[in-house]
């Protein structure tokens, strides 16, 4: 676990583990995960699918409880003050949260009254929101008449409406077009910047993981296999790809009996941290040797390469050929 130096911690959970029964047999979907998030930290919490990371959010968020372990969500226990949790955090799940037949700013008082603010303050707040996500052009308009990204800037309303101390974000921005995910984007980063809100995300974007986290966890099999920045992961596991092309397989296979690497026929793909320094250097050295590299190229990690190397597959793969978690159903213990 990586150590942090922020002085308050949101989320610390230590042994947080989830079984079912499924088909007679117990499938533990959580295997003992311990987790911390700091006050104000953007967290982005990753997995392939089945991994354990939407059954970790519904324990963390209350909606379901563990079997075993602990965790503590703004300053309450998830065991014995659900309910505290609930009052301080806000929740923005992957589906719409919104009333198809209900209008914009109905629903965003509607939800002020659930958490039991006053009619005044929910009408301010709602206004301030409606400003803030730019949706005062469908203010007065039925939910089901919205867009896809219109929606999920209604949702991130109605999460924010009671000024939680935390927002959980489950994949909000799937199914949009991409100018809708930078534009609902541009909009979390901006309600952040002012208010300071701590966020825990999960996404099967990497792109988003890569530029707006300050940390990046990392599931697989029930369990947070890595925890650190994406730089530190990028660096530390995948390491930059660098190809170097040849006249010959010939020249390509007496190339990589030099310095290493993967051969493709012609081409030889070499995995290296510092890449784009050791590139120069290479041809130099097979050039020196009568080895003459016709085309390189250098791309830097992915947070992809990070879950390849972690897991052996490719997140932006899983994400194309969803797999459901265990539902939940029976539950082995409680």
């Known amino acids: 676990?990586?150590?942090?130096?922020?002085?308050?911690?949101?989320?610390?959970?230590?042994?947080?583990?989830?079984?079912?029964?499924?088909?007679?047999?117990?499938?533990?979907?959580?295997?003992?995960?311990?987790?911390?998030?700091?006050?104000?930290?953007?967290?982005?919490?990753?997995?392939?699918?089945?991994?354990?990371?939407?059954?970790?959010?519904?324990?963390?968020?209350?909606?379901?409880?563990?079997?075993?372990?602990?965790?503590?969500?703004?300053?309450?226990?998830?065991?014995?003050?659900?309910?505290?949790?609930?009052?301080?955090?806000?929740?923005?799940g992957q589906g719409s949260s919104g009333g198809h037949t209900q209008r914009v700013r109905d629903e965003l008082h509607a939800q002020g009254a659930f958490y039991g603010m006053g009619r005044r303050e929910t009408r301010a707040r709602a206004a301030e929101l409606i400003e803030s996500l730019e949706l005062g052009q469908v203010a007065n308009r039925q939910v089901q008449a919205l867009s896809g990204g219109q929606k999920r800037r209604l949702d991130i309303a109605l999460g924010l409406i009671h000024r939680p101390e935390l927002l959980f974000l489950d994949e909000p921005s799937t199914g949009l077009d991409p100018h809708s995910r930078a534009n609902l984007w541009d909009h979390i980063v901006d309600l952040r910047r002012s208010t300071g809100t701590t966020i825990f995300l999960t996404t099967h974007y990497l792109d988003e993981a890569d530029q707006l986290a300050e940390r990046v966890m990392v599931m697989d099999h029930g369990a947070v296999i890595a925890d650190d920045t994406a730089w530190a992961l990028k660096s530390s596991l995948a390491g930059d790809r660098v190809t170097l092309e040849f006249g010959s397989a010939t020249d390509a296979a007496a190339?990589?009996?030099?310095?290493?690497?993967?051969?493709?026929?012609?081409?030889?793909?070499?995995?290296?941290?510092?890449?784009?320094?050791?590139?120069?250097?290479?041809?130099?050295e097979l050039s020196d040797a009568g080895l003459e590299v016709v085309a390189a190229t250098h791309r830097q990690p992915t947070l992809d390469d990070v879950f390849l190397a972690l897991t052996g597959r490719s997140l932006r793969e899983e994400a194309a050929t969803p797999v459901p978690e265990p539902a939940v159903t029976t539950a082995a213990a409680a």
């Open 1 to 92: 676990m990586t150590n942090h130096t922020h002085s308050a911690q949101m989320i610390t959970a230590r042994g947080l583990t989830k079984t079912f029964r499924s088909k007679g047999q117990t499938v533990e979907a959580v295997r003992a995960v311990d987790l911390e998030v700091a006050d104000g930290e953007l967290v982005a919490f990753l997995g392939p699918n089945g991994a354990g990371k939407s059954t970790t959010l519904r324990m963390l968020t209350t909606l379901l409880p563990p079997t075993s372990g602990e965790a503590s969500v703004a300053g309450c226990d998830i065991r014995h003050d659900p309910a505290g949790v609930r009052r301080r955090i806000g929740y923005v």
């Open 255 to 284: 190339a990589a009996s030099r310095i290493g690497g993967a051969i493709d026929g012609a081409v030889m793909t070499v995995t290296a941290q510092g890449g784009d320094r050791a590139l120069p250097r290479w041809i130099r």
